[in-house]
């Protein structure tokens, strides 16, 4: 995959130091959202506004996708009419923002964390979760 | 102690989250033996007890319950509508009374099929990493004694406090409205419960067709009920009499029969779920009386509810569809060999269990033999049976064994530490994740063939419990031979104790008779052990 070039290079020489998980927030209820305190090992690594504004994105992102609203309900009746048919055909809404996300998480890789000795991972791949940070150690500070 | 278990969960030693075609040099021996077959599915691995069919495609529980008993009933009873009621009421009546038959029998096959064959939200199991993480986050104080995570963190949802509980199977605390199932061995999403009907969890993503599923039935059975009935009375006309009616069309009696006893349930089951839907609840909370203040605390109404009925109905049933977490079709990532091997191991011990019995045996033999010569014959039988006994205990034992096993048969030198300094573990599926480096550089060539057998994942031969698959044979038995009553049975397997709910439930739900009372206590046990 071509956005993982810089990442596999990095990735050769550099070795895992640590991982950080950020966890779900539930106080909206069962939405996927996700705490957008910054972790304290990210300190040294990454500017506090630009991890919060990934978080923020990322929530807004998932809101969208569990939107209730005009065309979900259409999605949701129609469906209901065909039986659910329609989802062995169709790929649904959240499914869409599933894709959106995914694009979203490998740009921020590529442009901010992968220079940075970081990599977020896709949250999908964790169940919706976490969001993982893996911190590569940084051989350019001598550490 | 704990610090073993943190030496055992090592991050370093496991893999990237991300694949990457080169890898550090200790993976390369896993890495050979991963490219030297082909890749496999995801589904291929599930530590739950599921069973998967088309390549993943389809998932069903463990053990099938009534499922071929629900899809037989539906089946005889139109098949027998349209065969000898159809005919009469098509010449008599109108041409629609098939059509909508047919209509409302598909719906009703379809959504069945989708809710016993869709994953009813199973949340994956936290990897190593996030299960070392949130122990960490537990216990940093940094206590020398080894304390078990806490099984509770309260988290505030909407200006209310909500206990999430920790799942020491799952290895993480459950989401909100998060259960575990212990017949599916799985955490599912807003969990329902599971239903021996269609033989699935009954949960987030499968709710919507569930509740399809009982609507349609219910109208379908109520209207072959009512065809029926009008047939026989149209055939009775001119003081012919029942009698002469039901001579000549003796299918109507039977079709008669089971409709009359299954309308009232499925009627009773739909009125409940509308009710559920409308104030966005749980069977599950519904039962436990979560936000009905039964405790006593004030002010613990559902978090969850929009109080409005038109959006509750929606957000359940119209809302998106969320996607399956579990990704059954998508290919183990060669690099996920550690968390590859840590299921494996899971696996291999389960299936090996027969093996490490053997061994157990085997070795309390000799040391009992050594002990007492003349007793060494009666001991064998005694350990057999011992063994026997043994396979059919909880997770527990299957620590016993491992840690027994372990030792006389080391691998590396490291499980040595780990059977004797972890003795108050609480659950032993730590000691198989803790396992993980020990065997990483020897991974266990008997998982793979174990894995390949059919399109079926066996995960659990010998391992726990065999209580529910008894009680499911019960259950089985109960319904076969008092199929006429088994609608009744039904509507008690999801509503459990009706006595309970009256106290609970506003007076919006219709169709609990007292009827059910009876009957439904030796059910009571049996729902509420599968609804975690």
Known sequence: MAET???????????????????????????????????????TRIDKQQFEETVRTLNNLYAEAEKLGGSSYLEGCLACLTAYTIFLCMETHYEKVL??????????????????????????????RVVEVTIFEDRSLGR | MKHCEYQQIDPRALSTPAPTPTLPPQHAVVEEEKKGETARRKWEVFPGKNRFYCDGRIIVAQ?????????????????LFFVFDCPFLLKHLTVFIPAIGGVLFVFVVISLLQTSFTDPGILPRA???EAADIEKQI????????????????????????????????????????????????????FDHHCPWVGNCVGKRNYRFFYTFIVSLSFLTVFIFGCVATHLALRAQGGRGLMFALQESPASAVELVICFFSVWSILGLSGFHTYLVASNLTTNEDIKGSWS??????????????????????????????????????????????????TEIELATKNEINVCQLVLCVSVFVCMAHHHPPLGGQLSGLCSVLCWLMSKCTQGTKDLLESASRSPCPQTGKPQTVSTSCPDSIDPADQAVTFNPAVTSDPDPVAVPSLKCGGRHHSHTTSPPDEPRQQHHHHNRHHKTRSARSSSKRAALHISNPAYNFSLSPPTSPGLGPSHGIGAEDHVRDSFAALH
């Open chain 2, 63 to 79: 053990q099938s319950g009534v499922l071929p008993l629900t899809l037989g009933l539906i089946l005889v009873t139109t098949v």
């Open chain 2, 127 to 129: 990897t190593p990493d």
């Open chain 2, 139 to 190: 216990d940093n104080s940094g206590s020398s004694t080894y304390r078990p995570p806490p099984r509770t963190k309260e988290v505030m949802i909407n200006q209310q406090v909500v206990k999430l509980k920790y799942c020491f199977t799952c290895k993480m605390f459950r989401p909100p409205r998060t259960s575990h199932c212990s017949l599916c061995d799985n955490c599912v999403e807003r």
């Open chain 2, 293 to 342: 203040g039964k405790s006593g605390a004030e002010d613990t109404g559902n978090p969850y509810s929009y109080n409005n009925i038109i959006t509750n109905c929606c957000s359940v049933l119209c809302g998106p569809m969320p996607p399956s977490l579990i990704d059954r079709r998508g290919f183990m990532p060669v690099e996920e060999s550690s968390q590859t091997v840590a």
């Open chain 1, 5 to 43: 070039h810089s990442l596999q290079d990095m990735r050769q020489q550099a070795a895992i130091a640590a991982k950080v998980f950020i966890q779900r927030d539930y106080t909206n209820g069962t939405v996927c959202q996700f705490q957008t305190k910054f972790p304290s090992e990210l300190e």
């Open chain 1, 99 to 128: 894709k959106k996300i995914a694009k979203f998480i490998q740009e921020q890789n590529d442009k901010i964390y992968a220079p940075r000795g970081l990599l977020l991972t896709d949250p999908i791949e964790r169940g919706l």
